[in-house]
């Protein structure tokens, strides 16, 4: 359910709504708008009748909010969401690009990743210090010394950084060090990981599962916002269909179906969604284009020696080539791509 308050309604009285509903044992969760405030109720409704708060002073009208997923769904907040990353605004005409390697590997990959994706337009470095790797024996990340490293990569540079965190306990460590707590998509439905993450102080990057649809997606988005984060940002890498000739099968109509649905920012990730360095561009491209707030790519100095995801890392050269057809894109669509900072 949703109270709309009028435009003309006075703190007091909002204040006032906000009270009467708590009474009920319900949470508000408030949306100051640009026409009017809107207060999403959720918890356990039965026995309190809805239209008792339609008379109060200040509220317009209260609503039903038709998909099940309240705080996430553009009912609620009808005005797009802006999530800041450090300084970064992601959602708003600037479009996001995260760059770095799958896995932060040593001082010299990272900080030659970081120089480089930065003078393209990257604002914010990826890379996994906590590998969510398909194998055990597999390599599994360096864990805090490669978020340290990461760190002090991105400070060089200014830029925000993103990185995974796999398990609760590992929320204090990465927070130290990241400006953007990733979800990976194996992750997506720990719900009692999702629900701590919504007690953390920083946003959070919530990865569409491999078999997740849409809705479920958004209701994982939807522990967050519950839990008292307001600040998450989705992004697609693909889902798991019958078809073998890419790693993963990028849904890319899932940007309009989100934009639709909810108000929270898309980014979509083609490294993880073909998973071959030879389709990534056409993807990204394609995922400007369809109107994502911006793209996450995997960049590595060497990608025939990367430690994970080399087949499906850019080389520089691609990178740069990749940013340079997707500004011109995002440009068309009146969205601009930083300028890089060359040092
Ligand atoms: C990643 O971005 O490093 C990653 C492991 O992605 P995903 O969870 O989408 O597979
Ligand atoms: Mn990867």
């Not at 009028?6 to 009474?23: D, H, R, Y």
């Not at 997923?69 to 992601?90: I, N, Q």
């Not at 005409?93 to 990959?109: K, N, R, S």
């Not at 890392?313 to 601009?336: V, Y």
């Amino acid at each position: 359910m949703i109270v709309i308050c009028k435009s003309s309604a006075i703190e007091s009285q909002i204040k006032a709504i906000e009270a009467e509903i708590g009474k009920h044992g319900l949470q508000v969760h408030r949306s100051d708008g640009v026409a009017h405030t809107i207060l999403g109720v959720v918890g356990d409704r039965s026995g309190v009748d809805p239209q008792s708060f339609a008379t109060m002073p200040g509220v317009r009208e209260v609503l039903q909010v038709s998909t099940p997923f309240k705080l996430a769904s553009r009912e609620f907040h009808p005005d797009d969401t802006v999530v800041y990353v450090g300084d970064v605004k992601v959602g708003g005409t600037e479009l996001a690009v995260m760059a770095g390697p799958c896995a932060v590997e040593g001082v010299e990959q990272i900080e030659t990743t970081a120089q480089f994706v930065s003078s393209h337009g990257a604002r914010i470095l990826r890379g996994g210090a906590f590998k969510p790797r398909t194998s055990p024996y597999s390599f599994q990340g360096l864990g805090e010394e490669g978020l340290k490293m990461m760190r002090s990569a991105a400070d060089e540079l200014n830029l925000a950084v993103v990185t995974e965190v796999m398990t609760i306990d590992q929320i204090p460590l990465v927070s130290k060090y990241a400006d953007l707590l990733q979800v990976g998509a194996r992750n997506m439905q720990n719900f009692p990981l999702l629900t701590e993450l919504g007690k953390a102080n920083k946003p959070i990057f919530l990865k569409r599962g491999l078999s997740a649809t849409i809705k479920d997606w958004l209701m994982s988005a939807e522990y967050i916002l519950s839990s008292g984060n307001a600040q998450v940002i989705l992004c697609e890498r693909g889902i798991r269909t019958f078809e073998t000739a890419t790693r993963n099968t990028l849904d890319l109509s899932a940007v309009p179906v989100v934009k639709q649905l909810s108000h929270l920012p898309i980014i979509v990730d083609p490294s993880h969604g073909v998973g071959d360095r030879r389709y990534i561009a056409a993807m990204a491209r394609a995922a400007v284009a369809a109107g994502a707030d911006g793209i996450m790519v995997e960049v590595h100095p060497d990608p025939a020696r990367a430690l994970s995801d080399g087949p499906q890392s850019l080389t520089f050269e691609q990178f740069a080539a990749l940013i340079n057809r997707c500004r011109i894109i995002g440009t068309t669509l009146g969205r601009r791509i930083p300028k890089g900072t060359d040092r």
